[in-house]
């Protein structure tokens, strides 16, 4: 299935800004690259760390912006109150369900622990068939090397199929990874590697 109508992207990314001031810079870049190309922009609905600097540079850049958070996180993350949208729901489960329902594409950037379980539950999900939309990681100055590195090792040790490692887009343009969203072509493979359709 290609996924051809693309609206919304959304970005998964740290709540710290990170040490290295890259990751800030490719922060509003991705945000200016997806409100440039008309596109809406998802996440998670904070105003820290790199979550801010992909909503400010969306929004300057004419975007609209949709955040969402659940109510436990409102104060902790604090909540950007400059959105186009912000949506308060009840739990961390609902809100990756309504960022995936929300979108139709997925950007991991650099992060900690809850970037990369929302961007894995996704692929996840996607390997599981139960949807077709693209996901990528954000390889800002190198961050993502070592984790591609490992998915390599995964599907070359058989725990993952060829096919499904390759859903996952490493690059570190922005621009590279919307054009590659924009004919992408979800695999049809079935997720055990042992099993061979007959």
Same mark, same amino acid.
């Given at each position: 299935?290609?996924?051809?109508?693309?609206?919304?992207?959304?970005?998964?990314?740290?709540?710290?800004?990170?040490?290295?001031?890259?990751?800030?810079?490719?922060? +509003? =870049?991705? *945000?200016?690259?997806? !409100?440039?190309? #008309?596109?809406? /922009?998802?996440? @998670? $609905? +904070? =105003?820290? *760390?790199?979550?801010? !600097?992909?909503? #400010?540079?969306? /929004?300057?850049? @004419? $975007?609209?912006?949709? *955040?969402?958070?659940?109510?436990?996180?409102?104060?902790?993350?604090?909540?950007?109150?400059?959105?186009?949208?912000?949506?308060?729901?009840?739990?961390?489960?609902?809100?990756?369900?309504?960022?995936?329902?929300?979108?139709?594409?997925?950007?991991?950037?650099?992060?900690?622990?809850?970037?990369?379980?929302?961007?894995?539950?996704?692929?996840?999900?996607?390997?599981?068939?139960?949807?077709?939309?693209?996901?990528?990681?954000?390889?800002?100055?190198?961050?993502?090397?070592?984790?591609?590195?490992?998915?390599?090792?995964?599907?070359?040790?058989?725990?993952?199929?060829?096919?499904?490692?390759?859903?996952?887009?490493?690059?570190?343009?922005?621009?590279?990874?919307?054009?590659?969203?924009?004919?992408?072509?979800?695999?049809?493979?079935?997720?055990?590697?042992?099993?061979?359709?007959?």
């Amino acid at each position: 299935m290609t996924t051809n109508a693309l609206k919304r992207i959304c970005v998964f990314c740290g709540s710290n800004p990170g040490n290295d001031p890259a990751y800030l810079e490719a922060a +509003a =870049a991705l *945000g200016r690259s997806i !409100a440039a190309h #008309d596109y809406e /922009l998802v996440y @998670g $609905g +904070a =105003a820290v *760390g790199l979550m801010r !600097a992909v909503a #400010d540079a969306a /929004l300057q850049t @004419g $975007g609209h912006v949709i *955040g969402v958070m659940p109510k436990a996180l409102l104060d902790k993350e604090i909540a950007h109150k400059d959105l186009s949208e912000l949506h308060e729901v009840s739990s961390m489960h609902e809100r990756k369900a309504l960022m995936e329902d929300l979108s139709d594409g997925f950007i991991a950037m650099p992060g900690g622990v809850g970037t990369l379980e929302e961007i894995f539950e996704i692929w996840t999900w996607a390997q599981l068939g139960h949807h077709a939309k693209p996901l990528a990681f954000l390889n800002v100055a190198g961050f993502y090397d070592p984790l591609c590195a490992f998915l390599d090792h995964q599907s070359s040790e058989g725990f993952v199929r060829k096919g499904h490692r390759d859903m996952a887009i490493f690059s570190d343009d922005a621009d590279d990874i919307l054009r590659a969203f924009a004919s992408y072509d979800a695999p049809d493979l079935p997720k055990w590697v042992e099993r061979e359709e007959t």
